[in-house]
C-alpha cells in the first residue's frame, strides 16, 4: 500500500488553496520559522496559500453568544477564515503543545470558524445529539507542534491528548481523514542544527502531501 | 478503602476558599446552572467562594508575548485569578465539552492563571526540559461538563480527551490529584426532569467533597 501522503498526493489537483494557521506568541518563535517553510514550500509548488498568524492578526477566540445562535459571524475576519477553510483543498496548523492543548488563541480558531453548516452539519430533523456529516473538502490536514515534554512521558503520563483532538475531535469530524502531525521536541534542549533538520521535515511532509504536480 | 470524596473530606478544614470558574457563552445555560448550584451548597456549607463566570467578566483568554517572557500576569484580573488560585483549598471547573476541549475562554484561564511559579515549578537548574513540581495547595479539583455526545461514542470515536486534559495534563501536573469529573449528557435531548436530577448530582458531589464539618 502507498504512504499516506502518496494517497493524497495522487488524486490532487495542482494549484491547491491551502490554509496555514499559526498560534504563538512570539513573532520569531520555532512556530513561526515552521509556518515560514511550509508557506514557502507551498508556493515554490505553485499553490495558493492562505496564511494566518493568528496573534498577529489579533484574532478575537472568544465565540461570541450571537454566534452561538446565529451561526453569523461576528466580526468580518471569522468572515474570512470560515470563507477559506471551505475553500482550502488543504490545512495546515501550528502551534506549541500547551497543557496537552492548543493555545486558547487556536482553540478560539476552532471554536468560532469550524461552525455548523460550515465544516459540519446534522442530518434533517437532527437535534444536534445524533451522528455529523462532515463538510470540510480538504483532502489532507497537517498539524506541526513543539513541545518541551519527552515523547515517552507524554504517552504514558499525558496520554497525548493533541493526537486524538486534532485527528478524531477535529479533523475527522470534519469529514478530513487523510492526517499527519508532527511533534518536534525537546525545544528547551534544541540546537540549531536540531533546528534545521526540523524545518527541512516539514517542508518534505508539506511538498510529500502537496507536490507541485499530479503524479500518476 | 473510603471512596475519593471521604479521602478528601477527612482530611479538610472547614471553611475553606473554594474558586469556581465557569465558562459558558450563555448567561442563563444550564452550565450556569450547574455553577450556581455547586456556588450555593459551597456557601451553605460555610465555605468562601470565589465565582468567575469568565464570559461575563470579559477575561482575555489570549496569554500575551510579555506574560510569557515575564511570568508578570499582563492584568489585574489575571492577578487576582492568580492570586485566588494560589489560596484555593478546592477547585470547580463548570464548561461544556466543545472539540473534546475546554471553550478558548477556559483554555485560556488555564494559560494564563496556572503559570509556572504559581501552579508549578521546576528543579532549581532545570531549563523546562524537566519533571515538574505542582504548587497548587487545593485538595481537590471537580469539573462538570456538559456534552450532545453519546457516551459510547465520546470513549469509542473521540478517546474522551477531557478526562486526560483535566485530571493528567492540568491538575496533576500542578500537584491536586484528588479529581473527579462528571459529564452530564445528552444536553439536546435533556427533560426539565433530567436537568432536576443533574443539579442534585452537582450538589451531593460538592457537598462530598467539601463538606461543612470535618469528618472523623
Known amino acids: 500500500m502507498l504512504p499516506l501522503h502518496r494517497q493524497v498526493a495522487n488524486n490532487l489537483i495542482t494549484d491547491m488553496n491551502i490554509s496555514v494557521i499559526l498560534g504563538h506568541p512570539y513573532k520569531d518563535s520555532f512556530n513561526a520559522a515552521i ?3 511550509a508557506v514557502e514550500t507551498l508556493k515554490k509548488h505553485g499553490h495558493t496559500v492562505s496564511f494566518h498568524d493568528l496573534y498577529r492578526e ?7 453568544e450571537k454566534e452561538l445562535v446565529s ?5 468580518s475576519l471569522t468572515a474570512l477564515h470560515q470563507q477559506e477553510i471551505r475553500q482550502a ?5 501550528i502551534h506549541p503543545n500547551w ?10 480558531w476552532v471554536d468560532r470558524v469550524l461552525r455548523e ?3 459540519y452539519t446534522f442530518p434533517k430533523g437532527d ?14 490536514a497537517l498539524v506541526f507542534n513543539t513541545s518541551n515534554t519527552p515523547g515517552e512521558r507524554e504517552q504514558s503520563v499525558f496520554g497525548d491528548p493533541l493526537q486524538r483532538i486534532w485527528k478524531d475531535c477535529i479533523f475527522a469530524f470534519c469529514g478530513v481523514t487523510a492526517f499527519e502531525r508532527k511533534m518536534f521536541r525537546i525545544i528547551a534542549d ?3 542544527d536540531d533546528r534545521r533538520k526540523w524545518l527541512e521535515e516539514v517542508r518534505e511532509t508539506v511538498a510529500g502531501y502537496f507536490p507541485a504536480e499530479k503524479k500518476e
Request: aromatic share 4%; charged share 15%; proline share 14%.
Open 190 to 192: 534544541s540546537t540549531p
Open 35 to 37: 509556518a515560514a517553510a
Open 89 to 93: 483543498d488543504g490545512i495546515v496548523i
Open 117 to 119: 453548516k460550515v465544516a
Open 71 to 75: 451561526d453569523v459571524p461576528g466580526d
Open 127 to 140: 437535534n444536534g445529539g445524533g451522528l455529523p456529516i462532515g463538510l470540510l473538502k480538504a483532502k489532507a
Open 58 to 64: 489579533q484574532f478575537n477566540p472568544v465565540l461570541p
Open 99 to 108: 497543557w496537552g492543548q492548543p493555545p486558547a488563541i487556536v482553540k478560539g
